[in-house]
């Protein structure tokens, strides 16, 4: 008993010596740091202002930040990126739209504004993948629907034009006289050909009972262009130019 007395005695002992050493103000060691979400409320409330500049400047910390609530960061991307797109910076609203995007890929809306972006670069490629998209997650998407619909017809006239850019309205295979074979030879007026054959085409099938007259009146065009072409004081282009104008000017009535 004396003996387990004398080592509690011993303990208490060692204890108060170590309590001795120590500084009076030492404090516990400090915790690791712990990561701190960034306050999205600056962000929010310019997005409530609707201010173009402020959702700018509050929303750059947020949108760049993946510790940042991830839904208020998509609401600060897409509101940034139609800032820019109403700036017309379109390479950064295009930025902003794909992080966005990349965050959560079930946006139609913004698939979709996404879309009209490319479409004013000239993208046609992407513009359509983003409509399609859209439309895949909202069939019933009218904004992308419609936009489809046109940049499909669009591209359709497009390859249309491509096939016959640069031919004539007729077969430089079959060309015979001097003026038809100039035409064939150059690219801008074998254009200007097919162009003045489409739209007088269109002018006669307007005129009904009429058109006999207005395809005569072409008839006399190509004839004068074939008696008068090798002259020194005939131009041909401004002759055709002249010509596709005066029709043009028809189809507009």
Known sequence: MRRHTTLIVGAVAIAAVICAVQPDDAVAAPSEPTDQQ???APCM???TAGDDEKIIAACEALVGNDKAPKADRIKALIARGAVYERKGDVERAIGDYDTALRLDPTLADTFNARGDLYRRKGDRVHALADFGA?????PNHPA???SYKALALEAERLGALI???DKPSFNCAKARRPVEKAICASPELA????EINAVNTKVVRLAGKDGRAMQREQDDFIARRNAAFGRADYDLQAA???RLDHLLTLERR
Not at 134 to 138: F, G, I, S, V, Y
Request: glycine share 0%.
């Open 191 to 194: 254009n200007l050909d097919r």
């Open 144 to 146: 992308a629907k419609d």
């Open 38 to 40: 960034i306050d999205s």
């Open 45 to 47: 409330a310019a997005l």
């Open 163 to 165: 096939a016959v850019n």
């Open 134 to 138: 859209a439309l895949k997650l909202n």
């Open 240 to 242: 055709m130019r002249q």
